[in-house]
């Protein structure tokens, strides 16, 4: 059974770095094309996909938050981290971590990892961005 | 980077069926058959439904189904039952990443 489950501060102050911790269990997170990811939802508004791992040299980022966003791998440690950077009161909102099954598409004969599904979610955590 | 468009509501009674539109463009719905669909109660967090625009996972109900046609993929929830209102988001892969719908709140009458 894959679990995830996020852990980081509740209350961040404007310009400074958000760090969030993801922490899994159920499968490798070195299995090749396997995704760990953050998403976010604002307080009653819609979904966002900000970052997603698969390996050291193939991460996807939400192309507006990208200057932003770095997001690493700590495989030892069952864990993928989260750092957005000059936090503001716009990124209050839930961030969950999300889990991507193996899923592949073919470019040029090469087989690239491709996001068609995030099946397992955390239960998310809050953070508010206030002074 | 764009939001998909869903309706921000919809409504039916227990027993019939609704259906929420997800519309996209070239770049994404419409290029490729990688269209998800979440449920979402109040205080939780999200649960896939529908991925791959008609695949359901174990264990999801044979009420639910996904389709598409051109830039809009649908949900369609049969036989409404009360558990069913929720918030409904769609999600699609837009080359390399993905993007989500605007969400949509179902009311059960």
């Known amino acids: 059974q894959i679990t ?6 509740t209350l961040v102050k404007p310009t400074q770095t958000l760090t969030l911790t993801c922490t899994f269990s159920g499968f490798s997170g070195s299995t090749s094309g396997v995704g760990v990811g953050w998403v976010r939802q604002p307080p009653g508004k819609a979904l966002e996909g900000l970052a997603l791992f698969y390996r050291d040299d193939d991460k996807r980022f939400r192309p507006s938050l ?3 966003l770095t997001i690493t791998r700590d495989t030892s440690r069952n864990q993928v981290v989260l750092t957005m950077t000059n936090m503001d009161p716009v990124d209050t909102a839930t961030y969950y971590c999300v889990h991507a099954p193996i899923f592949y598409e073919y470019v040029r004969g090469r087989p690239i990892p491709l996001p068609n599904v995030f099946d397992v979610w955390g239960q998310g955590t809050m953070v508010t961005v206030s002074s | 980077q764009s939001v998909l468009t869903q ?13 929420i539109s997800c519309t996209g463009s070239n770049r994404d719905v419409g290029t490729y058959d990688y269209v998800s669909w979440y449920q979402q109660h109040p205080g939780k967090a999200p649960k896939v439904l529908i991925y791959d625009v008609n695949k359901r996972p174990s264990g999801i109900s044979t009420r639910v189904s996904g389709s598409k046609s051109g830039n809009t993929a649908s949900l369609t929830i049969s036989g409404l039952q009360a558990e069913d209102e929720a918030d409904y988001f769609c999600c699609a892969y837009a080359g390399a990443f993905v993007i989500f719908g605007g969400g949509t709140k179902l009311t059960v009458l």
């Not at chain 1, 995830?4 to 501060?9: A, F, N, Q, R």
């Open chain 1, 4 to 9: 995830l489950k996020e852990s980081g501060p």
């Open chain 1, 66 to 68: 990208r200057s932003r």
């Open chain 2, 7 to 19: 309706p921000a509501s919809v409504s039916g009674s227990p027993g019939q069926s609704i259906t």
